[in-house]
Each structure stands twice: as structure tokens, then as C-alpha cells.
């Protein structure tokens, strides 16, 4: 069973940085996996994503240029580095994963994504 585990959320304040974590585990033929974000009384929001090989890291218009998606190798989780942080940017973070292979070239919808892991708190303060 496919399980992701994510951390490394917490509050900060504005214009500080964050780098958010998604181990995952049995998770043998994925293709890509992503970083979703949901606020209080939002839907949840495409935030990047990443192939499993760490190749085509595509954002979101609202973090393009502030955020990062990394993986060094299939070992190893993957990351969200999240720069310049405001107070849009607070929400539940998931990290998720998907076994289709045209997400190597990226996925940006929820329906895209079968696997999900329970998330973590980013909260930034003004």
C-alpha cells in the first residue's frame, strides 16, 4: 500500500522560509508527485509538482518563483522549499502521488492524484 508522510510545517512569519517533506513508501510505478494546499473555506489548490524521476517540476502562478520541488533520487522524499512566505500561503499542505504516466509531464487537478498523504499545518503570521 502506497503510503506518503509529510512534514515540516509550522508557523512563521512573513517573508520567512519553509521546506516541507513528503517520504514516501511502497510506492513502486509512480510517475509523478505533487504538492496540493487547502485554506479554511477553500478548495484544494495545486501548488507544483515533480516527476518520479525529478525531472518537469511545473507550479502554480502563485508560487512560480518563490517555491522549489526537488527530489535527488528514488530513495529519497521529496521537497517543497518555500520561500518568501505571506499570509496567502497559509493552508494544509498535502503531498500526493499518481501512477499515470502522463503526469511526467505534469498533473495540476485533484482527480489526477490517487494517493494522498494527511498533510501538514503552514501557518504565516503578518
Known amino acids: 500500500q502506497v503510503q506518503l508522510v509529510e512534514s515540516g510545517g509550522g508557523l512563521v512569519q512573513d517573508g520567512d522560509s519553509l521546506r516541507l517533506s513528503c517520504a514516501t513508501s511502497n510506492a513502486n510505478g509512480a510517475d509523478a508527485v505533487g504538492w496540493f494546499r487547502q485554506a479554511p473555506g477553500k478548495e484544494r489548490e495545486f501548488v507544483a509538482s515533480?516527476?518520479?524521476?525529478?525531472?518537469?517540476?511545473f507550479y502554480s502562478d502563485s508560487v512560480k518563483g518563490r517555491f522549489t520541488i526537488f527530489k535527488e533520487s528514488a530513495t529519497r522524499p521529496v521537497f517543497l522549499q518555500m520561500d518568501s512566505l505571506n499570509v496567502e500561503d497559509t493552508a494544509v499542505y498535502y503531498c500526493?502521488?499518481?501512477?499515470?504516466?502522463?503526469?511526467?509531464?505534469?498533473?495540476?487537478?485533484?482527480?489526477?492524484?490517487?494517493?494522498w498523504g494527511q498533510g501538514t499545518q503552514v501557518t504565516v503570521s503578518s
Open positions: 515533480i516527476s518520479w524521476s525529478g525531472m518537469n517540476p
Open positions: 500526493a502521488l499518481t501512477k499515470k504516466l502522463s503526469c511526467r509531464l505534469g498533473c495540476f487537478g485533484v482527480d489526477d492524484y490517487a494517493y
